[in-house]
C-alpha cells in the first residue's frame, strides 16, 4: 500500500539556521508533489509544487528538491525565524489531482 | 492567486439541526472541490470529491445522506451535515483544484455540535 513518511514528529531548530524537512514514500509514482504549511486551526496553505521530472525548486526562502529514484522530497527553509514554526504537510499529488498526504513535521523554530 | 475562501469559519449548533458549510474558489475555476475533516492532531481525512456538476464521490464509510455536497458552479461547493450531532464536531476543510496541478486549500470551518 502507498505510505508517506515524514521525518520526525517534531524538528526544534535555531533562528538563522537551516530547516530540512524530509518525505519518503513507498509504492506511489506521484505525478506531482506539494508542500504546505498549517498552523493551529487552519487550513493548509500551499507553499511549493514540484513536477516528477524536476529535481528543484525555490521560492524566496524554500527550496525544494524531488528525487522519483530515492522517492524522496527535501524541504529546506534557509535563515529560519520564529515566524517559521508551523506544521509542514507533504502531499503526493497524481494525474488526477488527488492528494495523499504525509502526517506532518512540526517546526519550532527558537528566537 | 489560487485563493479558496470557506464561509463560516465557526459554526456552533444544536444537536439534531444542518449545518451548512460553503467553499468558494476566488480566482479561478474549480472543476475539482474536496472535502476533508481533520481531528486534533491528526492528518487531513478525505471525505468526498465532486465536480461540477456531476455527484459527490464519497470515500468509505463517510455516510453520503449525513454529509450532502453540492457543487453546482465552478465556484461554488456546499457540504451540509444534516442531522448533526456531537460526534460530527471536527474541523471542516474544502480544497479546489482547477485545470492547472494542485489542491489549494480553504481556510476550514470549526463545527461544534452541543
Known amino acids: 500500500s502507498q505510505k508517506i513518511e515524514q521525518n520526525s514528529e517534531a524538528l526544534n531548530i535555531q533562528e538563522g539556521k537551516t530547516a530540512t524537512l524530509t518525505c519518503n514514500y513507498t509504492?506511489?509514482?506521484?505525478?506531482?508533489l506539494q508542500w504546505y504549511r498549517q498552523d493551529p486551526g487552519r487550513g493548509p496553505v500551499f507553499l511549493l509544487l514540484i513536477r516528477e521530472n524536476e529535481k528543484e525548486k525555490r521560492k524566496e526562502r524554500l527550496k525544494v528538491t524531488f528525487d522519483t529514484t530515492l522517492k524522496q522530497s527535501l524541504f529546506h527553509i534557509t535563515a529560519s525565524q520564529p515566524a517559521d514554526s508551523a506544521t509542514y504537510l507533504c502531499a503526493l499529488l497524481n494525474a488526477g489531482n488527488m492528494l495523499t498526504f504525509g502526517g506532518g513535521t512540526r517546526l519550532m523554530v527558537k528566537p | 492567486g489560487a485563493v479558496v475562501s470557506q464561509h463560516p469559519s465557526r459554526v456552533i449548533c444544536k444537536s439534531g439541526t444542518s449545518v451548512k458549510i460553503e467553499c468558494r474558489s476566488l480566482?479561478?475555476?474549480?472543476?475539482?472541490m474536496f472535502w476533508y475533516r481533520q481531528f486534533p492532531k491528526q492528518s487531513l481525512m478525505l471525505m468526498a470529491t465532486?465536480?461540477?456538476?456531476?455527484?459527490?464521490?464519497?470515500e468509505q464509510g463517510v455516510e453520503k445522506d449525513k454529509f450532502l455536497i453540492n457543487h453546482a458552479s465552478l465556484t461554488l461547493s456546499t457540504l451540509t451535515v444534516t442531522s448533526a450531532h456531537p460526534e460530527d464536531s471536527s474541523f471542516y476543510i474544502c480544497?479546489?483544484?482547477?485545470?492547472?496541478?494542485?489542491?489549494?486549500f480553504g481556510p476550514g470551518t470549526r463545527l461544534t455540535v452541543l
Open positions: 509504492n506511489y509514482s506521484p505525478a506531482y
Open positions: 465532486s465536480n461540477e456538476g456531476s455527484k459527490a464521490t464519497y
Open positions: 480566482d479561478f475555476q474549480a472543476t475539482t
Open positions: 480544497s479546489a483544484s482547477g485545470r492547472a496541478p494542485g489542491q489549494f
